[in-house]
């Protein structure tokens, strides 16, 4: 089955500088890569997805990187904000559909 | 986008019990999977819930322990049986809105056995 590897398990920022968060997938086959949002207490919320068609997207301050040869994808948040702190996590999903997880970034944005 | 009723939000319960979970969807859905997550961890797929079959389990988890309904494409239950402590997580359905697309989750239930 899949597996989804993601660094670094915690990161800490000084508002307004970028965080970048990399995961690592193993399946070939998983062709849709979304990154969610989890405040504490709350239900993981969807900033930003790619597919394997595509190499990047971008989404105001967010963009996601995806190199399918490598079998990595990348979250990059600029310009970071105090709210932007909480768990983010990464994830891949294939033609089985359900959604592998990575184990999680804890990001803390210094005001 | 699809919107999850899941309830309850929250419980407490004595070790030995068994809860029911329901997820209710405004639409209707192929795919529904139903998620672990414990204390400061990431979301672990229990299994999927198939419409008139049964569900199909993930590598550790059994359907006597975690039996799946899914009577119809909007509704999903999941029961955790026989409750001990370390079934204490935030439980939580999901819904896939189209091949590779968003998945959308409910609220989560949070169980603590005691």
């Known amino acids: 089955g899949e597996n989804v590897e993601q660094h670094p398990s915690t990161l800490s920022v000084q508002e307004g500088d970028s965080a970048v968060i990399k995961c690592t997938y193993s399946d070939s086959a998983s062709n849709y890569f979304p990154w969610y949002k989890q405040e504490l207490g709350k239900r993981p919320q969807l900033i930003i997805d790619i597919r394997s068609n595509v190499g990047e997207k971008k989404d105001q301050r967010i963009a996601v990187t995806l190199n399918k040869t490598a079998k990595h994808f990348s979250l990059h948040i600029t310009e970071t904000q105090p709210e932007d702190s909480a768990v983010y996590f990464c994830?891949?999903?294939?033609?089985?559909?359900?959604?592998?997880f990575g184990s999680g970034t804890q990001l803390t944005v210094l005001p | 986008s699809a919107v999850i009723s899941q309830k309850p939000s929250r419980d407490i319960c004595q070790r030995g019990t068994s809860l029911t979970i329901q997820c209710q969807v405004d639409s209707q859905v192929t795919m529904m999977f139903w998620y672990r997550q414990q204390p400061g961890q990431s979301l672990t797929l229990i299994a999927t819930?198939?419409?008139?079959?049964?569900?199909?389990?993930e590598s550790g988890f059994v359907i006597d322990k975690f039996p799946i309904s899914r009577p119809n494409l909007t509704f999903s239950t999941l029961t955790v049986s026989n409750m001990s402590p370390e079934d204490s997580s935030i439980y939580l359905c999901?819904?896939?809105?189209?091949?590779?697309?968003?998945?959308?989750f409910g609220q989560g239930t949070r169980l603590t056995v005691v």
């Open positions: 819930a198939n419409q008139g079959s049964e569900a199909t389990y």
């Open positions: 999901s819904v896939e809105g189209g091949e590779n697309t968003e998945a959308f």
């Open positions: 994830a891949a999903s294939g033609s089985a559909r359900q959604l592998t």
